[in-house]
């Protein structure tokens, strides 16, 4: 099931669009005894009652897909003679009305799951008569494809209230307040059969879980018979362990951030299907390839795989990736760096000491205070990387302050073009920076006498992570990033961007901003 499908069972527990018709449930205490059973026709329970029954049930279809919200399949076995996917699909079709078959079920659970304290099985049992839709998505409420019949059970644990004062209302006084045992919201329960495509799929559930890092063995594998999904938070522990052991030395920065954005685009182009991204072993296989790790080094990458996460098991790239921040960690300091601005932290030799290098803009703040930037800062870094290399650098033109905008996107323009010119120019070359106002208006350009770019390169220097030369770029530790930043800091300004390059002659890219009126 995908989050659109989870979305449209999820309102029918809505008591506008009910369509449950029949409840039961079983109260069970520590000593796994039966407390008591009750049967009861949906719509029959006083208004409060279904109300808070419908609360647990859209609890059970709350969450993160590929976390505590899983889609698990039977295993073969099961599908066939007495497996578990033939009793749930007797159970559903009695539709809750066979006491035997309910007492066999309520047994089975209380044999293989496994609380400490009490708790109630609920099992509610729907019809949902999906409407038909058109040819533009509109749905026809008057006319329907299919009836989805299903049952859905929760787990709830039952815990007596705390102690305390209440207001009495009859009495108009503040007196002690009975303790209750109180039905919480669930910790486990399971959707049979899925829906998919609008249609029933018997040979899949969804299974929830409250914390997605402690799944029930006792329920999804004894009892639902099916294979258990490795918890979200261990297999995020795995893939790292993969990723350190597999690129030993080689785990460098660079790498390592590559994985993270290439993994977090991955993720962004499949929201649009609505399903969660998973990963197989080969699909991450590729991931690390694409993102810069050595070839000598996936040699190891399958076996890590199978030791870790097993040959046939995949990963939810979103329990091994947050889309939501990108850290870095040195036992004196952790800096936390917005995911889409990942490739602006570099890692750098200066003076011969390991550096993590982040550009700053305007908006700086030192303890709650703002702080300026000087002009001069940017171009010392750039000359203590020429310098490393004995290039000639050489600036020239005006300093004008003629460019409105955003100042941190202009610092990246200006950055990452001289930047990236000092990187592809060989030891003992030239780069020339200039910066002056013309009729046409405010033209930035940097000219080099590095590598070059071939033209049906040139279209394409623009385009995220895309690297003319490959190999050569993963020695200078670029990203493929820099001029991508460029392009959108340009696009904001209105800024047009003109490339001029040979191949073995160098490259001259000039940005013309429009001046103000």
Known sequence: MNKKEVTEIKKLFTKERCCLNRLCGC??????????????????????????????????????????????????????????????????????????????????????YYHPENYLILLVHGSYDIPMKTSDGMEMDDASDYIYNFVLCCLCPVTLSKAGLCYNAETNSIEDRIRDWMVDLPEQGFLFPAFQDRNTD????????????????????????????????????????????????ECVYDVVRNIHENLNEMIEEQKENGEPLELDKMQVRKLLERSGAPEENLEQFEKQYDEEIGAQMTVM????????????????????????????????????????????????????????????????????????????????????????????????????????AVKYTGECGRVHVDLRETPVGIVWSVEDNGIGIAKEDQERIFERFYRVDKSHSRGTGGTGLGLSIVKHAALVHQAKIRVESEVGKGTKITVVFQKEN
């Open 27 to 112: 109260y069970v205490d520590a000593d796994k005894n039966k407390v008591v059973q009750f049967k009861e026709a949906f719509l029959s329970l006083p208004e409060e009652e279904i109300y808070k029954y419908l609360d647990i049930f859209r609890k059970s279809l709350s969450g993160t897909l590929g976390k505590n919200l899983l889609n698990m399949e039977f295993p073969l076995e099961q599908e066939m003679g007495d497996g578990t996917q033939k009793s749930l699909l007797a159970l559903r079709d009695s539709e809750l009305k066979d006491d035997v078959m309910l007492d066999a079920f309520y047994d089975r659970m209380i044999e293989t």
């Open 202 to 249: 018997i040979h899949r559930l969804l299974y929830y879980s409250k914390n997605a890092n402690e799944l029930c063995p006792d329920i999804t594998e004894q009892l639902l018979g099916c294979v258990q999904p490795i918890p979200a938070g261990q297999q995020k522990e795995s893939f790292q362990a993969i990723i350190e052991d597999t690129l030993g030395e």
């Open 317 to 420: 790239a979103n329990n091994i990736s947050d889309t939501r921040k990108f850290e870095v960690k040195t036992p004196q300091m952790t800096v936390k760096v917005s995911p889409e601005q990942a490739g602006l932290v570099e890692t750098r030799m200066i003076d011969g000491v390991p550096c993590l290098v982040i550009p700053l803009t305007d908006e700086v703040e030192v303890n709650g205070i703002h702080v300026h930037l000087r002009d001069e800062e940017v171009l010392k870094n750039l000359e203590h990387q020429a310098e490393k290399k004995k290039i000639n650098l050489i600036f020239t033109g005006e300093d004008t302050r003629n460019i409105r905008g955003v100042y941190r996107l202009l610092y990246e323009i200006f950055y990452n073009l001289a930047d990236n």
